[in-house]
């Protein structure tokens, strides 16, 4: 299969096409045929070298920690997956070298979802990471619990929470309820005026 990956840590410049074997599939798992991948911080700090102390590694490396695409094969023990799902997928490893930059890429089936029907490939792909990052930030950081409302500002495209006009009104429609600033932040500090 052809593939991005590096040989050695480093710039851009390590960055290589190569022809590498497809990934086995074992117990748990599912092949999939990447149509999609996206790119974050993460990937070119792995390129760098800034987190092989932190993640164990293997080269050559094959950046990238999410993906979507089409399950070709499925493992022993798979049982929500079949062959021909549209999926997308969180695809970080416990050691990382098999990533999603690459035409297929092995995965845990539940560190994948189907994909939304109204969501092409290139979109699906950049859902993953993001929204993990979100949820570490609510749930786990801010404590945030089911039933509360959450402010959140100087949102990005990137955001979960972030909808151009032509789909702010898909979003809507489908029942999501507009953001709205809950309290002044002199109200939420405690402090008065």
């Known amino acids: 299969m052809k593939a991005i990956a590096i040989r050695e840590f ?11 074997p497809v990934p086995e599939v074992g117990a748990g798992e ?3 045929r990447v149509k999609g991948a996206g790119v974050n911080p993460v990937d070119w700090k792995i390129r760098e070298g800034r987190l092989k102390d932190l993640f164990p590694h293997r080269f050559p490396l094959i950046p990238g920690w999410d993906a ?13 997956s079949r ?17 999603a930059y690459a035409e297929y890429i092995s995965l ?5 979802a189907v994909k939304p029907r109204n969501t092409t490939f290139t979109e699906a792909a950049g859902i993953p990471l993001t929204a993990l990052t979100a949820y570490q930030a609510l749930v786990d ?7 509360e409302r959450v ?11 972030s909808a151009s006009r032509s789909r702010r009104t898909e979003v809507l429609s489908s029942g999501a309820p507009p953001a709205v600033a809950m309290r002044t932040m002199s109200e939420a500090s405690g402090r008065s005026g």
């Open 10 to 20: 480093g710039g851009r410049d390590k960055l290589e096409r190569m022809d590498l």
């Open 30 to 32: 599912v092949l999939v």
């Open 68 to 80: 979507a695409g089409i399950v070709e094969k499925i493992g022993p023990g798979v049982t929500r």
């Open 83 to 99: 062959v021909g799902d549209e999926i997308f997928a969180y695809c970080r490893k416990p050691v990382v070298q098999g990533g």
């Open 108 to 112: 845990i089936e539940e560190h994948m």
């Open 141 to 147: 950081a801010a404590g945030a619990r089911s039933g």
């Open 151 to 161: 402010l959140i500002h100087a949102q990005r495209e990137a955001s979960a929470g």
